[in-house]
């Protein structure tokens, strides 16, 4: 079973703010979230939602729609962001194009989830972003989820903090988990399918037809690459092997 996410930063009981006009799942992701120890404010509009949000700075984690009528999710995310609301913000939503999760994430989103998935799994990643937020805690630790060391990567899925030669790399949650199953496997090929499955969980579908899921992953490694290369312009550890996948290598050549 999932740890609860029982303490903030601060020590507090985390605050997370839904946003979601589908009143039955509204409900339910609440109790469900209420149940797992979150204090939990959920609003069926999004411009309500914005105006609590701009007078209240107190929320831990934002979970937000992308359709909904008067204000989109997206668009309420950019509003946060112009307001100076630094929450991170999670995507909840049935929109599995690649474009949708590409934007989301271009525009400062931390994560991005399939309505569909179990709560398990939803509590799961909200946890982890959680865990990235807790500084100067000492928390319990997590099974399977020691340090991982590959040359000058250092990885600590606890927290999903990932570290380049000393300098912490600002990865999203989704992004972590590429980097770390190349990580545990380096030195190795790894399938596009077996990356997505990383992220998104076995069986998941992605748009595009039935080979969607190798552009969400191209765009995965695109945006990890860059951010890597932000820290240090000779990265090169993350191997394309066209038409099957990647691997991270010490001495890599980026396609």
Known sequence: ??????????????????????????????????????????????????????????????????????????????KMREAQIDVPVVFLTVLGEPFYEETALADGAVDFIDKSRTFTIIQKR?????????????????????????GDLELNPASCRAVWKGREVDLTVAEFAVVEHLARNAGRDVRYRDLYNAVRGPGFSAGFGSEGYRANVRSFVKRIRQKFRDLDDTFECIENYPGFGYRWTAHGRSV
């Open 126 to 150: 909200i946890e982890m972003i959680l865990a990235r937020g807790r500084e100067g805690t000492e928390d319990e630790p997590v099974a399977g989820a020691e340090p991982i060391t590959i």
């Open 1 to 78: 079973m999932v740890r609860p996410a029982s303490a903030a930063k601060d020590g507090s009981t985390p605050r997370i703010v839904l946003v979601d006009d589908d009143d039955m799942f509204r409900e339910a992701l609440r109790n469900n979230l209420r149940d797992a120890g979150l204090d939990v404010l959920a609003f069926g509009d999004s411009r309500i939602a914005l105006e609590h949000l701009k007078a209240d700075r107190s929320a831990t984690l934002a979970l937000l729609d992308w359709k909904m009528p008067a204000m989109s999710g997206i668009e309420l995310l950019r």
